[in-house]
């Protein structure tokens, strides 16, 4: 879609899931701690894990945890 909204929307969508992804990389005490406690040492499993807790997140709430750590 190149509807100008669509596209702002998505961007702001990207920078979020961008954020939060180089946030609970960089520091893992960002994340919850059942995800803290589970979370691989090793990559590429580590950089899964992360992203699937991203994936699994609404909308709303990941917006209020980029505000949280942002």
Known sequence: YYHP???A???RARDVVARLF???SQD???LPRHWRETLPRREPERS???CDFIAGMTDRYAIEQ???IY
């Open 5 to 7: 909204e669509q596209v």
């Open 9 to 11: 929307t998505a961007e």
């Open 22 to 24: 180089a946030a609970y």
């Open 28 to 30: 893992e005490t960002t």
């Open 48 to 50: 899964r894990s992360i």
């Open 66 to 68: 980029c505000t949280r």
